[in-house]
């Protein structure tokens, strides 16, 4: 799948992949293309297959990501602290997870519209865990 993905010709199309697990299936998250369609049911039987329709491509969300990524000074100075960063190619966002949602949600996503779309959650810095002893 991974080397399918990463083909010149489908980059624009690919968004993501997720298991089901219950379900046994594979949910592949793209933007709609026949020919993508064609190829990954080449690999992956139809009764474990999910195409899903997504507005945004991987490369269209990492772009987003970048772009917030380079803002964290800016945010930072107007006191918006950002917890997490990260693409959710199902919701078609970059997810933006921020430890008070009522300082910077709306100013995050006035800021970003129309050009990178934003999902701001409640989300806790991650606590870093210590190494194992080895």
């Known amino acids: 799948m991974r080397a399918l993905t990463e083909r010149p010709e489908y980059r624009a199309v690919y968004a993501g992949t997720e298991t089901d697990i219950p379900g046994n299936r594979l949910l592949v998250h793209r933007k709609p293309s026949e020919a993508f369609d064609a190829a990954v049911r080449t ?40 917890s997490t960063i990260s693409t959710q190619p199902g919701l078609g966002c970059v997810q933006i997870g921020l430890p008070n949602l009522d300082r910077g949600r709306a100013a995050l996503v006035e800021h970003y519209k129309p050009n990178t779309p934003v999902c701001v959650v409640f989300e806790l810095p991650p606590i870093p865990m210590p190494m194992p002893a080895r």
């Open 43 to 82: 690999l992956v039987p139809a009764e474990r297959l999910w195409l899903r329709d997504v507005p945004y491509s991987a490369v269209d969300l990492e772009a987003g990501l970048t772009r917030v990524r380079g803002d964290m000074t800016y945010w930072q100075n107007r006191g918006i602290a950002i």
